[in-house]
């Protein structure tokens, strides 16, 4: 098999045609990039992910990290890609040259740790943790704090963790019950429980940052009373080296379906006298910082279940090419020899719904990457301003549409093979164990759901919600000037009227009925916003290859643009017209699901 | 957790209010029979199961069996197991009493069954296979043929396995290379390669029966020319000892994403002088004898995928009473203490969800189930006549549905426990990949819906989907009569005026376009009907329901039938109405799959 682990072309595409990465050398933060630089750390996390993540995927999948009571035990492969991707700056894409970054902008890094992300999966959750703690400390830390944590982490001597969830809260913080109590030196004493604490240990690095959500002894009940401190491993001399074993212990591993080469832990902290711990920011502020980095963390999360499809897309697509079996019902000889299964028309459903989902996909999270990018970087402030609340608006949608979609093209990756989709000797069956984690962490598909209809739609006056109607019209106007493309952009139109109506009638429903009952269909409202939302994508990408091919473009450029055609084609006749049930279903305020009552079941 | 592998009281709801399954005792066949001897073999499997099979269900999982070059590894469960369920009878439960089986009715064994696969899953393939390779050799084998390898299987000494795979042919079993050269004895010779056999080698018992599709020396090409042959791991004397090892060898075990307690492998045939094979029937009818056990194969295998749904939802629907998480939007005091997630209606959803893809299914097997009994027992010839053409033409549904929407249910299993549901301190991960396999196995979803739309829907001048239609419309006109039922009634009888007229389009326009073209929606197709027969199986459910609660049951009958007019209401409120835009697609002939082109990819 010689599939690549991404199209170079569609990125090229993506990055480039449909999103314009190059502009962003016009801003001062990246001005020392060029379409070159970008290119080359392209270049550079694909060799990465070639030669270190690509050769170990399966090695770490049948070899998960055991824990022996004292240490946690993983094959060598996984320290040696993890110290390659470090070393090859690749860990901090995004960070500030002066704190050993790369300084790219957020949409090309996003797609430089595509590679890294196709190729060896959850390998990468170990840096890209550690870049998103880095992240929140250099945001809400003191200079201090950034000297003693962050440094180290960018160097890649020190890993960093999130430690949120615990076993009796689950997605409820407000219900979380570690606790923190100060000492003498100012500093805090944090004792509790957490789990599903990714990289939470391991010895690829001489220390690990572990950011900890607690209560301070007598804050506030609910989600204003907690709090953010960095519990390390290790306490560190002001000279930099190591100090102490601080109380965090190893409680345990979990073993997981998928993403098998990156630990999850249950870590208990603080067993004796508390773990040392130094807050970060203000008291009772933790969970705004820890939601500061939450739409980079869930736009993270949607390009995996992306990523992830994509991936899987390419190996079902060689596969498909390669694979002779059966004959076409036309064939009238029976000893004809058999063809290539990409010849059978069912075959081509299952591709160009992967293509579909994991295209439409990904261009919605490089969107959000780019937003990320203008809300940090535009030139003015109402740019900045309107970047951030689209971006607001979008994360749920991020976040949960590829991550649903992924896994069924993981679903059909499996099914172009067959039974030998079952099997270990191709990836496909562990793509799809790896990305069902993504519609559960970072916010469940239901949380999201409640998250988009009570929260993004209403806020700030219904802002994000008409700023995403809005950019969708523009499309909407560009695309009704081209032939090709007016009765798709008829029918987005068209869809986008029902959403509006069915937004609506449910909105307005909780003025008159209880809101349980009102939101009782929330996912069925978050799948109709997602499949207008993506098919908005497609119509976008369907804009650029018109145009490209009216310039008469060469032949396999002419065939990649005829392709990204059919594909819209495809969202539109086959997954956009979905979404006219669910808004029935929502806007009907079916209670079928609320009035299930428990002793029923 | 306490969760039952399955709700006893819906086995009983299903077998003897739905189907009514007791009246079978009045065949001749089943004369020595009573409710009390079904309710026995039910009893005993339920024991067997939660006393062999559930213990090992995840120590098989983590233990998959290994190869060394010699012979297979498993863990010793695996065959205490399968001991217990041979020395219970449950191998052989419907076999005939003379030849040591239960001689129960195919519905009632299937139930029986229901509870070994439950908690074992595949362990049981080994007997179940066992069982269907009797059935064959029974039905076309000679006297003396059955007497040598039918009595020790059914007495467990010996095992037997299907062995129609082979690596260049796939599903397209008309270009099978497997070769048969007839002796000087007038036994045959047969060589080649087989993969993806169940149950290809182990010590489980002291011989394995392979049934193995060969071409003879001559024979015409394709289909016309297969042949069926009994090949032993070991000759048999005609003492009944076991003779020398015939060439049959292991060549390697393959490792699936689940199912891992029963062996798949690659098997090679007669690598020196050809392995001793014996003809089973006339040569080149092999292939019809071997689907004369597809549809039972094909139950088989929809089974599996509604009854993996039927544990799963026990396991979450138990998880989620007991688990306490968040608080209700309504609930205006952020400081209430946390509900059972039962309570968010979003929960609910995925509950009902499962309920009705798993209920629902499940009822379509045992439809399935009575009428291969029918086929067999009732009382006329056409009464046989008629049940098995009705059989012949639901299969490619039975196969498919609970095949598809099974692992639907247990994506939903896993959504419900959340991270709980990703690690393996909960089987709900085991069943999502272990029911994975059935859109695969017995012909994939894309050859089940060229089945039903290119050759049952029209065999027989369209007798088969005229009597399913005929059934449906009687279950309509009972329920017309019900107030409860009535707008249920319609919504079906509009659901099936669009399946009538969906299927006069797609197939009159054979007539006039190219068939590939034409048949490029035929999955679509097979879901249209699939949903429309699954809501036929919820309104004869809702039937039994609404007539049982007029005669006021006691509270906790009251709830269940309750329940049962919920699932039904959400079956056709969220899940039936996606027919219509599915039935579009298939008559307005799209083509979008057809003419996707190999280079646009």
């Given at each position: ?285 933790g969970l705004a910082y820890m939601f500061h980095m939450m739409n980079e963390a869930r736009i993270m999360v949607g390009t995996s279940g992306a990523v992830t499809a994509l991936t899987g897309y390419q190996y079902s697509l060689d596969y498909a090419r390669e694979r002779p079996q059966g004959r076409l019902l036309s064939e009238k000889d029976p000893h004809s020899p058999p063809v290539s299964i990409i010849k059978h028309p069912d075959i081509r459903r299952m591709l160009l719904a992967q293509k579909a989902y994991a295209e439409g996909g990904y261009a919605l999270c490089l969107l959000g990457a780019q937003l990320e990018d203008d809300s940090r970087t535009a030139s003015s402030e109402d740019e900045r301003k309107a970047a951030h609340t689209l971006l607001d608006f979008l994360t749920p949608i991020i976040k949960t549409w590829p991550s649903e979609y992924g896994p069924k093209a993981n679903h059909f990756a499996i099914q172009v093979l067959g039974g030998h989709g079952y099997i270990n000797e191709h990836p496909v069956e562990q793509l799809y164990r790896d990305n069902r984690l993504n519609p559960i962490h970072e916010g469940t598909t239901g949380i999201q759901s409640l998250d988009l209809l009570g929260r993004k739609v209403p806020m700030k006056d219904f802002a994000g ?137």
């Amino acid at each position: 098999m010689t599939a690549p682990i991404l199209s170079e072309r569609d990125l090229e595409f993506m990055l480039y045609e449909l999103f314009d990465a190059e502009s962003l050398t016009q801003r001062p933060r990246y001005s020392d990039h060029s379409r070159e630089t970008f290119n080359a750390a392209l270049q550079t996390s694909q060799a990465v992910a070639e030669k270190f993540l690509l050769p170990m995927r399966q090695k770490a999948d049948n070899n998960q990290p055991t824990f022996d009571g004292e240490k946690v035990h993983m094959i060598p492969e996984i320290k040696t890609a993890v110290d390659a991707v470090v070393e090859s700056g690749l860990a901090s894409a995004t960070a500030d040259f002066e704190l050993g970054g790369m300084q790219l902008p957020g949409i090309v890094a996003n797609a430089v740790s595509a590679y890294l992300s196709a190729a060896g999966g959850v390998a990468m959750g170990y840096t890209a943790l550690t870049n998103a703690n880095s992240n929140l400390i250099e945001a809400h830390g003191t200079p201090e704090q950034i000297e003693k944590w962050v440094v180290p982490m960018r160097a890649g001597r020190f890993a960093g963790t999130m430690a949120m969830t615990e076993p009796g809260a689950g997605s409820g913080l407000a219900d979380l019950t570690t606790t923190a109590v100060k000492d003498a030196d100012g500093n805090y004493r944090v004792s509790g429980s957490k789990i599903f604490i990714s990289g939470g240990d391991h010895d690829l690095n001489e220390n690990i940052v572990h950011l900890v959500l607690a209560r301070v002894k007598g804050a506030p009940k609910g989600v204003k009373g907690i709090s953010l401190f960095i519990v390390p491993k290790f306490l560190v001399n002001d000279d930099g080296s190591l100090g102490e074993r601080n109380e965090v212990a190893l409680a345990g591993l979990f073993h997981k379906m998928g993403g098998r080469a990156q630990t999850s832990t249950a870590l208990s902290f603080g067993e004796k006298d508390g773990a040392v711990g130094y807050l970060v920011g203000e008291e009772n502020k933790g969970l705004a910082y820890m939601f500061h980095m939450m739409n980079e963390a869930r736009i993270m999360v949607g390009t995996s279940g992306a990523v992830t499809a994509l991936t899987g897309y390419q190996y079902s697509l060689d596969y498909a090419r390669e694979r002779p079996q059966g004959r076409l019902l036309s064939e009238k000889d029976p000893h004809s020899p058999p063809v290539s299964i990409i010849k059978h028309p069912d075959i081509r459903r299952m591709l160009l719904a992967q293509k579909a989902y994991a295209e439409g996909g990904y261009a919605l999270c490089l969107l959000g990457a780019q937003l990320e990018d203008d809300s940090r970087t535009a030139s003015s402030e109402d740019e900045r301003k309107a970047a951030h609340t689209l971006l607001d608006f979008l994360t749920p949608i991020i976040k949960t549409w590829p991550s649903e979609y992924g896994p069924k093209a993981n679903h059909f990756a499996i099914q172009v093979l067959g039974g030998h989709g079952y099997i270990n000797e191709h990836p496909v069956e562990q793509l799809y164990r790896d990305n069902r984690l993504n519609p559960i962490h970072e916010g469940t598909t239901g949380i999201q759901s409640l998250d988009l209809l009570g929260r993004k739609v209403p806020m700030k006056d219904f802002a994000g919600y008409s700023a995403c109607l809005g950019e969708m019209a523009k499309t909407i106007a560009i695309a009704k000037q081209s032939e090709a493309l007016s009765s798709y952009a008829d029918e987005l139109a068209a869809a986008i009227v029902t959403l509006k109506k069915t937004t609506e009638t449910v909105l307005g429903a909780t003025q008159s009925m209880n809101i349980d009952a009102a939101f009782s269909n929330s996912v069925k409202y978050l799948e109709l916003f997602g499949n207008v939302v993506i098919a908005w994508m497609w119509l976008k990408q369907g804009i650029v290859a018109d145009q490209a091919l009216a310039k008469q473009p060469h032949e396999s450029d002419e065939h990649f643009y005829r392709g990204k055609l059919q594909a819209l084609q495809y969202f539109f006749r086959v997954e956009l017209p979905e979404i006219y049930h669910w808004a029935k279903l929502v806007s009907d305020l079916d209670t079928t699901n609320f009035d299930m009552r428990e002793e029923w079941f």
